[in-house]
T-cell receptor, first 112, second 117 residues
Framework: AQSVTQLDSQVPVFEEAPVELRCNYS??????LFWYVQYPNQGLQLLLK??????LVESINGFEAEFNKSQTSFHLRKPSVHISDTAEYFC??????????FGTGTSLTVIP | GAVVSQHPSRVICKSGTSVKIECRSL??????MFWYRQFPKQSLMLMAT?????????EQGVEKDKFLINHASLTLSTLTVTSAHPEDSSFYIC?????????????FGPGTRLTVT
């Protein structure tokens, strides 16, 4: 079975500081990895995904994540956060695209 | 592209009544749709998978007679919470796969906040 661990439930960070949200997964087979962002009372929006190819993937708003197979990790990073980045972030894995396994989420709070 | 809508966004109903939530893929055909439930400050839990024209597949512990799912067309799936009780109050989110793309991505709707009084 697959599982996803997001070690940090809450991450406070000052505006313009860098941030890393950690995600580790467990699987006996190859997986596809996703990061979703959820703003209050809204659904999930895809931030970025790793399907194949380059292990470093980037989003249009400055986030990036690196797939590390040996460490079974897919940590999300941003070099300089903005107030608008305050949200809940979910890491997810899937094998077939049907069953998605979500982490418990990390609440990112950007402090002015 | 790849927009999924849900209706209503919020609904309040009395205990014992039924509530229907709609999930629509607006600009693509969704061969498979998924229904999730999210409790406050928690992650998403998959409730069921529905394929157009066939019966939904429910996850273990989800009552199929209480949460009725109908995927009548390639752009519409509905979740009906029957005989709702306060413990059914939750945030319900649907997602859809684009069958034409063959990708592993799911597109999520904005969610429906159900409050049972």
């Amino acid at each position: 079975a697959q599982s996803v661990t997001q070690l940090d439930s809450q991450v406070p960070v000052f505006e313009e500081a860098p941030v890393e949200l950690r995600c580790n997964y467990s699987s006996s087979v190859s997986v596809y990895l996703f990061w979703y962002v959820q703003y209050p009372n809204q659904g999930l929006q895809l931030l970025l995904k790793y399907l194949s190819g380059s292990t470093l993937v980037e989003s249009i708003n400055g986030f990036e994540a690196e797939f590390n197979k040996s460490q079974t990790s897919f940590h999300l990073r941003k070099p300089s956060v903005h107030i608008s980045d305050t949200a809940e972030y979910f890491c997810a894995v899937t094998i077939t695209g049907n069953q998605f396994y979500f982490g418990t989420g990390t609440s990112l709070t950007v402090i002015p | 592209g790849a927009v999924v809508s849900q209706h209503p966004s919020r609904v309040i109903c009395k205990s014992g009544t039924s509530v229907k939530i709609e999930c629509r893929s607006l600009d693509f055909q969704a061969t498979t749709m998924f229904w999730y439930r999210q409790f406050p400050k928690q992650s998403l839990m998959l409730m069921a998978t529905s394929n157009e024209g066939s019966k939904a597949t429910y996850e273990q512990g989800v009552e199929k007679d209480k949460f009725l799912i109908n995927h009548a067309s390639l752009t519409l799936s509905t979740l009906t919470v029957t005989s709702a009780h306060p413990e059914d109050s939750s945030f319900y989110i649907c997602s859809a796969r684009n069958g034409d793309q063959g990708t592993y991505e799911q597109y999520f709707g904005p969610g429906t906040r159900l409050t049972v009084t």
